[in-house]
């Protein structure tokens, strides 16, 4: 892949995808990553997808890794001594070797914006705490060190690694945020504060560079920090939400309500809407739970 290698794991990791016979639900490649990866005592929970609408995919997607924990939702336990945690903040870490895009584009400001958006809400008690990039490799899916940040901003990766979530994704998914959750020696969901959640392991967010992306709200291309705010609300535990419809006679796509946490892009937003706030305070308001 193009700036940095991540290793031999990618190709691996590539082969792998690209050996399950097409058509089978991409949940089932994430089943299969998983033994690759139990004995980290993680597994791929979810992926959620944003996209640009075309003709023929208006909305992005929620992808589970199994059906057995569909029904969990997740949510990150402060103090949790597996993943490291320095207290109850939020850490996250933004790669440098794919921080810009092949045009140019730099994402470092624009997703240290829409952290500091999300933290901002009146009702948030999480701190959000930046980890400086070594270099080192984060990825777990690519064989990395996984708990160098709570969530990793990857950064732009080519548009092949999209077509591996979807059929054609290179062409309509902008970013996708994976989900790992904390897994018993049974390969069982674990809750080790009874909140009633599994429990959030890491978070790894994934730009597409086969898209033009921008940072000048007025210029043409997709805006990264627009991007960057869904994509990190996904980071704070925040799933889709809105209806979207098309008007027939002009093909108009109609989101109700509008917000950031919309399944498809409908241009720059970058502040939170009403919504937004309201589902980010049911998360937050009350961190950290006592346990």
């Given at each position: 892949?193009?700036k ?20 089978q ?6 089943a ?12 791929i ?20 890794a ?54 901002s ?6 701190d ?5 990039d ?28 999209f ?6 994704g ?15 020696g ?16 890491l ?15 007025s210029?043409?291309?997709?805006d ?68």
């Amino acid at each position: 892949m193009r700036k940095i290698s991540l290793g031999v794991v990618c190709l691996v990791l590539v082969a792998s995808f690209a050996s399950i016979a097409a058509g089978q639900e991409v949940n089932k490649k994430f089943a299969a990553w998983n033994k690759e990866i139990a004995h980290l005592g993680i597994a791929i929970h979810r992926a959620e997808t944003y996209v640009f609408p075309n003709d023929k995919v208006y909305a992005g997607r929620t992808i589970y890794a199994n059906d057995r924990t569909k029904t969990l939702s997740t949510r990150w336990v402060p103090n949790d001594p597996r993943r490291d945690a320095m207290g109850d903040k939020i850490t996250f870490l933004i790669f440098q070797p794919l921080s810009v895009s092949d045009e140019g584009v730099d994402l470092n400001v624009p997703v240290v914006n829409s952290f500091n958006t999300w933290e901002s809400t009146k009702c948030a008690k999480v701190d959000v705490v930046q980890n400086p990039d070594t270099s080192a490799n984060p990825s777990v899916i690519f064989g990395g060190d996984p708990f160098l940040a709570d969530i990793t901003v990857l950064g732009f990766l080519p548009g092949a690694y999209f077509d591996l979530l979807e059929p054609g994704g290179s062409s309509f998914i902008l970013g996708v945020t994976f989900t790992y959750i904390f897994i018993d020696g049974a390969g069982n969901p674990t809750d080790i504060n009874n909140d009633g959640f599994a429990d959030t392991a890491l978070k790894e967010i994934w730009f597409n560079d086969a898209f033009t992306w921008k940072t000048d709200p007025s210029a043409s291309g997709i805006d990264i920090e627009t991007v960057a705010l869904h994509e990190n609300g996904h980071a704070f535990e925040l799933g889709h939400f809105g209806a979207i419809f098309v008007t027939e006679k002009n093909n108009k796509l109609h989101f109700a309500p509008r917000a950031v946490m919309n399944s498809a892009y409908a241009g720059v937003l970058r502040r939170l809407l009403g919504t937004d706030k309201g589902a980010f305070c049911m998360v937050w308001a009350n961190w950290p739970r006592a346990w």
